[in-house]
């Protein structure tokens, strides 16, 4: 059983810069991919960003491209999201996630796609 497990939300001033954290855990990870989600109160949820396990490139949403930057520590089985001169509306819950089925080609940015869920990390940005 894979879990995923966020943490590092909290509440940031507009500008400020942030880093979160998903501890995957349960079985050995192979080529799958990781993704970051992250939905805001009223709205869907919606692709933020994914890597891999393997070696390869990431995938950022182009609404945060520039400002966050997704990475991985293969060592402690996590994945980061560094997010940088926030927004208010990047204020949402994020979300950590595992599409063990698709590990060729560009990763899914669809939700549907992925397996597995962490519980989510508040991320709250003020003006």
């Known amino acids: 059983q894979v879990q995923l497990v966020e943490s590092g939300g909290g509440l940031v001033q507009a500008g400020d810069s942030l880093s979160i954290s998903c501890a995957a855990s349960?079985?050995?990870?192979?080529?799958?991919?990781m993704g970051w989600f992250r939905q805001a109160p009223g709205k869907e949820r919606v692709f933020v960003a994914a890597i891999r396990w393997t070696v390869g490139p990431t995938y950022v949403a182009d609404s945060v491209k520039g400002r966050f930057t997704i990475s991985k520590d293969n060592s402690k089985n996590t994945v980061y999201l560094q997010m940088t001169s926030l927004k208010t509306e990047d204020t949402a819950v994020y979300y950590c996630?595992?599409?063990?089925?698709?590990?060729?080609?560009?990763?899914?940015?669809?939700?549907?796609?992925?397996?597995?869920w962490g519980q989510g990390t508040q991320v709250t940005v003020s003006s």
């Open positions: 996630a595992e599409d063990p089925r698709r590990t060729l080609g560009t990763p899914s940015s669809r939700v549907t796609d992925y397996d597995y």
């Open positions: 349960g079985r050995t990870f192979g080529s799958y991919t």
